[in-house]
Every structure is written in structure tokens, then in C-alpha cells.
């Protein structure tokens, strides 16, 4: 097909409150997907990634969200991109798969020839153009992006097994107990627009064996398995490993970053991901200093221009600063992300931390951290408006929003 007759939509799924609990308590405060990572929203990266596929006409955000929650945001991108962008809210769940189809009429008013499925909760350089062009010369109904991890890590993912000359999609199983291969699934798709017709299928047998369990009681009585709604269907288990090795799935393989942000954690991990990949994508983005007129600045930096930092700060590397934050004499971040109308005094120390909203690190405080990002308590994480006095030292530990500390904590989570 040739492009100029190709229409693209992508569509990216950005969960609910309900599936941010592992985020909390910056979910408190904030849709998960709207939490900044490199001082942009979470969703914003995949979005402007988006935006470089040939001919896009339209993206769609899924989700469980209240619209209003997203409203401003929506807008605001829209004109920025000059691509149209518009939040979808899901009435109830239907699965990876089934709240894709339950939108298939939006989706196929643009006439697209092909259909981008992203998940917002994916960090990695989303190679877009690329993997379009692999699909096109594949010539079957859907591509899937795949990365190699380590033996010890894959079965925490979906693993597959790809034919290493053509890339066909042999084999796929969801989080498998022994191990399969180390070639996992990126949680990026680009589909044909067949790939409806893949899930009514699904709907259809689905509602095909419950009316044969209504008839069949000996049947009923048999089954252990769990049943769901006949308009529930998964991307993974219900699509991808049925049709694995009917040479309808192919596959496309990443040699760059690619991380899940599951967890506060992942999120400072990932935030240094995204500004490393800034010096190559978006260089204006970082910020430069020598210690003369402005901060000393070391590696990967963002700070919004409404925040205050002194020129006698030392800032980096691996680290955002949000919108009116105030960055006062003396003070030493590395690795942390700063939000808005946060507050570091005089000579304070921030490692390997989260600062919520409105939060105030006191003078020669210090709030740090051993930076194990899969740990409970890896990172630590002051939630929204919580006052760090004076010398008070923060390790190791998570904050709750509103709360005063005058005495120093190590390894506590302070409700």
C-alpha cells in the first residue's frame, strides 16, 4: 500500500485509579499517566512519539479516568502536536483487547490502515516509523515490539518465540512458570484493522460455549475455569497466543531502553532514561550551567522556567525540577524528581528521592535514599505538602501527604 493512501491511529490505554495503587502516594494527587517523568506527563512521551509516524490522523486515550480529569491536558496537547488527541472513558472493563474493540467504530471513522496500540506504563524509545516499516514488509495482521531481557526477569512478562529469519510470532505465553525465552513483549502493537474481526471471534466463541454450558450442566459442574464476560477479551492470552504461528504475527525487536513503570520507583529509573534520550531528541529541553551566573549543572537536568534555582546550587545528574519550585544556596540534588511549588533551603541534600507538591526541605536537611528501584523502600518519597524541618534527616522512607517531620526517620513509612 502505498503511503499516500496509509491513515494511521493510534490508540494508547492509560488504565484507571484503580490500577495505580502500586504509584501511590503520588496517585493520590494525580492520574498516574500524568505524573512527570523528565519534566513532561508520563503519557506525553509515547504521545510525542506518536506524532513522527507518517500520516497520523487522530489519537485516542483509553481509560478508566473521569473525562474532566483529563480535559486540560487533551487540549493542551492537541495544539501543541497539531495532531488531534481525545480521551475515551471506558464504561466497565473489557479487557486489553475488548476496550480497543469496544471503541472500533471511533477508531474506524478515519478509515485508518493501520492501528498503533501503546500502554502508557511503557518506557522506552518507541521506534514507531521503524516498526511500520517492518509491518509493511511483514505483510501480516499485527507487529508486536520485542525486547531481549535477562533468563532471571523474563517470566515477569509475556514471552514469546520468534522465527529468527522471517520474525513470525511462533509461540506466546503470558508470565510463564518455567521459562520460555528471553525475547519478552514490549506492550506495543501496530494492527490491521482485521484485528476487530480477531476479537469478535473471540466474543463470539466466548458466547457460543456459555450457552453450551447453560445446555450442558455435567459440563458446568466440570469447570474449574474462570469464565469472564463474554465481551472480555485480553490482547495477550485471548489473541496473541492463539494466533501465534498462523503467520498473522510478526515481531519487531528493540535494542534500545525499555522499562514498565509500575512503581514510584521505576518512575525516578525511568525519568533518567527519558532525559538521556533528550540529548539526542530534544537537547533545548536540558539545562546547562557552569556555576557562575547560573546552577552547576551535571548530566541529564531539566528544570521548568518557572522554577528559582540559585547559582550557588549543584544540581544533577538525573534530575527534574517542576514548575515554581525554589532551589535555595548550597543545595545538592542528584537523582530525584522535584515537583511544583516545591521548597529546598539553604545547603540541603536531595538522593535518589520524590518530592511531592508544595512539600519544603528545610536548611542543611538532608532526604535521600540507596536508589534500589525495586524496592519497597529504594526510593524515598515525600507525598504532597509535607514540611521537612531544619537538620531532619529522611532515609529510606515513604511520607504521606500533610505531614510535619522534626525528628529523623530511617526506613518508615509514615502514614
Not at 41 to 60: D, E, F, G, R
Not at 173 to 199: H, Q, R, W
Request: some cysteine.
Amino acid at each position: 500500500m502505498g503511503s499516500s493512501e496509509e491513515r494511521v491511529v493510534a490508540v494508547i490505554m492509560v488504565g484507571g485509579p484503580t490500577k495505580g495503587t502500586r504509584f501511590r502516594p503520588l496517585s493520590l494527587n494525580i492520574p498516574k499517566p500524568l505524573f512527570p517523568l523528565a519534566g513532561q506527563p508520563m503519557v506525553h512521551h509515547p504521545i510525542s512519539a506518536c506524532k513522527k509516524i507518517p500520516n497520523l490522523v487522530q489519537i485516542y486515550l483509553v481509560g478508566f479516568y473521569e473525562e474532566r480529569e483529563f480535559a486540560l491536558y487533551v487540549s493542551s496537547i492537541s495544539n501543541e502536536l497539531k495532531v488531534p488527541v481525545r480521551y475515551l472513558k471506558e464504561d466497565k472493563p473489557h479487557g486489553s483487547a475488548g476496550g480497543l474493540y469496544n471503541f472500533r467504530d471511533l477508531i474506524m471513522e478515519d478509515n485508518p490502515s493501520h492501528i498503533f496500540l501503546l500502554n502508557c506504563d511503557v518506557c522506552c524509545s518507541f521506534p514507531l516509523p521503524e516498526m511500520l516499516e517492518a509491518h509493511r514488509r511483514y505483510g501480516g495482521m499485527g507487529t508486536i515490539l520485542v525486547i531481549k531481557v535477562s533468563a532471571e526477569s523474563a517470566n515477569q512478562f509475556g514471552e514469546l518465540v520468534a522465527d529468527p529469519v522471517t520474525h513470525e510470532l511462533l509461540h506466546y505465553t503470558e508470565k510463564p512458570e518455567t521459562f520460555v525465552s528471553d525475547l519478552i513483549n514490549c506492550g506495543v502493537y501496530i494492527f490491521m484493522p482485521d484485528i476487530f474481526a480477531a476479537i469478535q471471534d473471540v466474543s463470539t466463541q466466548r458466547k457460543d460455549r456459555a450457552n453450551l454450558r447453560r445446555v450442558s450442566s455435567f459440563e458446568a459442574l466440570q469447570s474449574a475455569t474462570k469464565t469472564f464476560p463474554t465481551d472480555f477479551v485480553r490482547l495477550d492470552q485471548d489473541i496473541l497466543s492463539p494466533l501465534a504461528g498462523k503467520k498473522q504475527l510478526y515481531t519487531f525487536e528493540t535494542l534500545d531502553f525499555w522499562e514498565q513503570i509500575k512503581t514510584p520507583g521505576m518512575s525516578l529509573k525511568c525519568s533518567a532514561l527519558y532525559l538521556a534520550q533528550f540529548r539526542f531528541t530534544s537537547p533545548h529541553l536540558l539545562s546547562i550551567g557552569n556555576g557562575t551566573k547560573s546552577a552547576t549543572i551535571m548530566g541529564d537536568v531539566y528544570i521548568h522556567p518557572s522554577a528559582k534555582v540559585h547559582p550557588t546550587a549543584k544540581i544533577g545528574p538525573n534530575v527534574s525540577i517542576s514548575a515554581n519550585a525554589r532551589i535555595g544556596a548550597g543545595a545538592r540534588l542528584i537523582s530525584c524528581i522535584i515537583l511544583d511549588d516545591v521548597e529546598i533551603k539553604e545547603n540541603a541534600v536531595v538522593i535518589h528521592s520524590i518530592v511531592g507538591w508544595k512539600s519544603s526541605i528545610g536548611k542543611w536537611s538532608r532526604v535521600q535514599a540507596d536508589g534500589d528501584y525495586n524496592a519497597k523502600l529504594g526510593i524515598t518519597i515525600l507525598g504532597e505538602a509535607v514540611i521537612v524541618e531544619d537538620e531532619v534527616v529522611v532515609i529510606n522512607s515513604i511520607v504521606l501527604p500533610n505531614k510535619t517531620l522534626n525528628v529523623s526517620v530511617q526506613e518508615e513509612i509514615i502514614l
